[in-house]
């Protein structure tokens, strides 16, 4: 590993990039990744809650962050550590997810060895989701801070408020808020720092409103029994359904199994044409690749991608130049920026 990798030339918002291996640090900080976050699920962890005990006739499966498949998380507290150490040489903040929507009590016995663990090594940034968790820490830990996860649904200022009682470095927003309401909220609160995604795969229940298990798969790819109802309360003809059928299935399916990885974006989730609104605002200050679990090619191809449009935006570009960017970067999806299919961001981000 060359410890003398530097990242590219700061450009005013961090790009924070999944990571789950040291071996991927240094493709992804010459990328342009200028945060990392990531998983990490010990064995005791697995032993305690996803094994295959019996307890009271029921099989516990508790996850200790919304993605603790082994592929999208470190392996070993070594690794977490060698990840941290590199990191911190190069002036990147690492960020640990411990974002699962809610811990039983039985959970904190783990958590807190783990919160011990991560304090050990110098860790200081955690992704969180349960207010419990962020209680617990704020109260315990108090040289950690919290970055309230997208799972926390942060839609207005109230509630941005609200998570500054606890020890609050960050606040992310879902996948899918609207624009304009994303920014009134980070306009209102100049003392808080927020970070939005930018790239990567899309959820049909943005976020907090998924109570899914993603261990065992995408629940959202499922097959569904669906009643279909018109706005204007008129009847739906046949084709109305299979069109929206359609569009559904389009939206729900992220990415396909065996495929070239241009093909990866052909349903990508993009907010880049968003930068020309929001790049002056200081507090809206990183920008997240969606990607835990998947291969360094495809994480790094999007790190390069984001840090491409931020130096475009950073340098004057209008909305029309990211659009032109983004259509020419995807140009296999023929219909991107053509339909709000592929985006983030809801509502008019043009003005």
């Not at 990531?38 to 032993?47: I, K, L, S, T």
């Not at 997810?97 to 783990?110: D, G, I």
């Not at 130049?321 to 219909?335: C, I």
């Amino acid at each position: 590993m060359d410890l003398n990798c530097t990242t590219k030339k700061e450009i005013g918002k961090k790009i924070l990039a999944p990571i789950s291996s040291i071996n991927e640090l240094d493709s992804l900080a010459k990328a342009g990744a200028s945060e990392f976050y990531c998983g990490y699920v010990p064995e005791y962890w697995n032993e305690a809650f996803n094994g295959i005990e019996i307890i009271s006739d029921y099989r516990y499966q508790i996850g200790l962050n919304r993605k603790d498949s082994p592929k999208a998380n470190v392996r070993s507290l070594a690794e977490l550590e060698k990840i941290y150490v590199a990191s911190k040489q190069r002036g990147i903040d690492l960020f640990l997810t411990l974002n699962a929507l809610s811990y039983p009590n039985q959970a904190y016995k783990y958590l807190r060895m783990i919160l011990d663990e991560i304090s050990d090594i110098g860790v200081r940034n955690v992704i969180v989701s349960d207010v419990g968790l962020m209680y617990f820490i704020s109260n315990n830990y108090p040289s950690i801070n919290l970055t309230v996860s997208c799972l926390a649904q942060v839609t207005n200022s109230l509630a941005a408020q609200f998570y500054k009682s606890f020890n609050l470095k960050r606040i992310v927003f879902p996948r899918h808020i609207n624009a304009k309401e994303m920014i009134e909220i980070v306009k209102c609160n100049p003392d808080i720092e927020f970070e939005f995604f930018i790239l990567g795969g899309k959820c049909i229940y943005d976020d907090g409103y998924c109570r899914c298990n993603h261990d065992f798969g995408p629940f959202c790819l499922d097959t569904f029994n669906d009643e279909f109802f018109s706005r204007n309360h008129s009847m739906i003809n046949h084709n109305d359904m299979r069109t929206t059928e359609k569009d559904f299935y389009r939206w729900s399916v992220n990415y396909p199994i065996n495929i070239p990885i241009e093909d990866i974006y052909r349903n990508i989730g993009c907010s880049i044409c968003l930068l020309s609104r929001i790049i002056e605002l200081n507090n809206l200050c990183s920008v997240k690749i969606a990607g835990r679990g998947k291969s360094l090619a495809v994480k790094q191809s999007l790190v390069k991608i984001a840090s491409e449009a931020l130096e475009l935006a950073s340098s004057g570009a209008d909305f029309l130049r990211l659009q032109s960017f983004v259509k020419q970067t995807f140009e296999f999806n023929s219909d991107i920026c053509d339909t709000d299919r592929y985006c983030f961001t809801r509502g008019d981000v043009s003005v």
